[in-house]
């Protein structure tokens, strides 16, 4: 690996010569934290997988790339795959974007396991489009996300308790997620509205990608998703939807053991 991507915040586990390796995502505002409970799951190393999380270049307040665009970092992430070896693609919330941008953009040939990606403008959160035209007043922008650094994570520890996440791994997440560059948050977020907003359907994008995908979505996810965008990620012979039960957004935290089967499902037949 060249110098540049030796730079990146990563976290590996499981044989050196696996027969098959995934690379996870994080979401925005996380780290590599965020899959810990995933990547101890025991049906991933019976499988004898390889994995390699790796933050998303400027959250966590890592260095941030010079390309902040969605694409930039899709041609990041197929780098990492190509370097690491990477037969599966894994990726939460706007890491899941990521993933599904590095398909569409043939970087990434291999399946895909989405976890609560968001497929249009109107499915995201709505405080994050606040957020972001909030950001494009002067001055007004880290302001408004210094406090939402301050309050998001407060709110995500009550949501994960609610979900039996223990109190103190729902401090640790809570702590990660706060500890983030308001300025960095500001920018990136306005280069991912500027991504669904070139793009009204990423369902499209992702079915004329053709890559084999999961998308895994808690029961009572926060971020919405469209009857029509269901029927037709249902219709769609190379997507497979996943619903798991007792978690919301942050699925890959709530479910760690349900996410883990998804992945191992993945890799059947990967790297044989």
């Given at each position: 690996?060249?110098?540049?991507?030796?730079?990146l915040?990563?976290?590996?586990?499981?044989?050196?010569?696996?027969?098959?390796?995934?690379?996870?995502?994080?979401?925005?505002?996380?780290?590599?934290?965020?899959?810990?409970?995933?990547?101890?799951?025991?049906?991933?190393?019976?499988?004898?997988?390889?994995?390699?999380?790796?933050?998303?270049?400027g959250?966590g307040?890592?260095?941030?790339?010079?390309?902040?665009?969605?694409?930039?970092?899709?041609?990041?992430?197929?780098?990492?795959?190509?370097?690491e070896?990477?037969?599966?693609?894994?990726?939460?919330?706007?890491?899941?974007?990521?993933a599904?941008?590095?398909?569409?953009?043939?970087?990434?040939?291999?399946?895909l396991?989405?976890?609560?990606?968001?497929f249009?403008?109107?499915?995201?959160?709505?405080?994050?489009?606040?957020?972001?035209?909030?950001?494009?007043?002067?001055?007004?922008?880290?302001?408004?996300?210094?406090a939402?650094?301050?309050?998001?994570?407060?709110?995500?520890?009550?949501?994960?308790?609610?979900?039996?996440v223990?109190?103190?791994?729902?401090?640790v997440?809570?702590?990660?997620?706060?500890?983030?560059?308001p300025?960095f948050?500001?920018?990136v977020?306005?280069?991912?509205?500027a991504?669904?907003?070139?793009?009204?359907?990423?369902?499209?994008?992702?079915?004329?990608?053709?890559?084999?995908?999961?998308?895994?979505?808690?029961?009572?996810?926060?971020?919405?998703?469209?009857?029509?965008?269901?029927?037709?990620?249902?219709?769609?012979?190379q997507?497979?939807?996943?619903?798991?039960?007792?978690?919301?957004?942050?699925?890959?935290?709530?479910?760690?053991?349900?996410?883990?089967?998804?992945?191992v499902?993945?890799?059947?037949?990967?790297?044989?």
């Amino acid at each position: 690996m060249d110098a540049r991507l030796d730079r990146l915040d990563i976290r590996r586990s499981g044989p050196e010569d696996a027969r098959c390796r995934a690379l996870l995502l994080p979401g925005g505002i996380c780290t590599t934290e965020f899959y810990a409970d995933v990547m101890a799951e025991p049906a991933l190393s019976e499988a004898g997988l390889g994995l390699v999380a790796m933050t998303l270049p400027g959250f966590g307040r890592t260095a941030p790339p010079e390309d902040l665009s969605m694409e930039g970092y899709a041609r990041l992430v197929g780098e990492v795959a190509a370097a690491e070896r990477c037969d599966v693609l894994v990726g939460h919330s706007m890491g899941a974007n990521v993933a599904i941008e590095a398909a569409a953009l043939g970087l990434f040939r291999g399946p895909l396991v989405l976890l609560s990606p968001t497929f249009s403008r109107a499915d995201e959160a709505r405080f994050l489009g606040i957020l972001d035209r909030a950001g494009r007043v002067p001055g007004l922008g880290p302001l408004a996300w210094s406090a939402m650094l301050k309050a998001m994570p407060r709110a995500m520890k009550k949501d994960m308790l609610k979900d039996h996440v223990p109190e103190d791994r729902a401090e640790v997440l809570a702590a990660d997620m706060a500890d983030n560059d308001p300025e960095f948050c500001r920018r990136v977020v306005h280069h991912y509205y500027a991504y669904l907003d070139r793009y009204p359907s990423l369902v499209t994008r992702l079915r004329e990608s053709g890559a084999r995908a999961w998308v895994v979505r808690g029961d009572h996810d926060e971020i919405g998703l469209k009857d029509g965008e269901r029927r037709d990620l249902e219709a769609s012979p190379q997507v497979t939807m996943v619903a798991v039960p007792h978690a919301g957004h942050l699925v890959l935290v709530d479910q760690p053991a349900r996410v883990a089967a998804v992945i191992v499902e993945a890799s059947r037949g990967v790297g044989a």
